[in-house]
């Protein structure tokens, strides 16, 4: 049973263009949600996150929105740039099971010149 | 600050065989989690460790085990090893075992590959 859904395997946006991320989720528990941007050979790296008592929060290029009632929330980068090209990973997490990370399968984004 | 780091990068075993996979934790961290992530998949939770004592397991047999020594560094050890163990094994770190959550650091990973 997969609580975290990344639906789109792939995407590939224009450099300069505004790249969508999406992520939906399953349990209603979850309280904090991550972004995770993982380059081949190399680890997740931290991106954003934000907390369920916020429906959006800013960094940079890197906006992420949620909506809880849909249970659904994205990203936003804005302007892609090729080297943001890399696997996004949604992970969701509660207090109650001690912070662990529950991910999606990701989603490849490619950014093309 | 160093980051995480985790030893070896890649490994070969043969089936049967047990392994033992180390991960230094980020300075100032005492929470340790690691990571099963197949080919194409998200990452697994295996387990957590805060302050040397297991708080977390995610569904993996009991072949799977770890430790969390006192200066936070860690290992996983795999009993038994299985042709399906072959995957990239990702150790994190945090600060604070309790409410206060901050964004897991993530080492580079173990490539375990079991023949």
């Known amino acids: 049973d997969q609580q975290v859904k990344q639906n789109s395997p792939s995407l590939s946006v224009q450099e300069g263009r505004i790249s969508i991320l999406n992520c939906d989720y399953t349990?209603?528990?979850?309280?904090?949600f991550l972004w995770y941007k993982k380059y081949p050979a190399e680890g997740p790296t931290f991106l954003i996150s934000i907390s369920s008592i916020k429906d959006k929060n800013e960094d940079g290029r890197f906006t992420v929105f949620l909506n809880k009632s849909a249970k659904h929330l994205s990203l936003h980068i804005v302007p892609s740039q090729p080297g943001d090209s890399a696997v996004y990973f949604c992970?969701?997490?509660?207090?109650?099971?001690?912070?662990?990370?529950?991910w999606g399968l990701g989603t490849s984004l490619a950014v093309n010149p | 600050e160093t980051g995480v780091t985790q030893s070896p990068t890649h490994l070969i075993k043969t089936r049967g065989q047990q392994v033992t996979l180390r991960c230094s934790s980020q300075?100032?961290?005492?929470?340790v989690s690691w990571y099963q992530q197949a080919l194409g998949q998200g990452p697994q939770f295996i387990f957590q460790?805060?302050?040397?004592?297991?708080?977390g397991r995610g569904n993996f047999p009991p072949r799977f085990s770890g430790l969390q020594f006192p200066n936070y560094s860690s290992e996983l050890n795999v009993n038994a090893l299985e042709l399906d163990d072959s995957a990239l094994y990702l150790c994190a770190s945090r600060p604070g075992g309790g409410a206060t959550y901050y964004g897991y650091t993530f080492g580079s990973g173990t490539r375990l590959t079991v023949v």
């Open positions: 460790y805060y302050r040397e004592e297991e708080n």
């Open positions: 349990n209603s528990m979850f309280d904090y």
């Open positions: 300075s100032g961290h005492n929470t």
């Open positions: 992970a969701a997490s509660n207090a109650g099971n001690n912070r662990k990370l529950i």
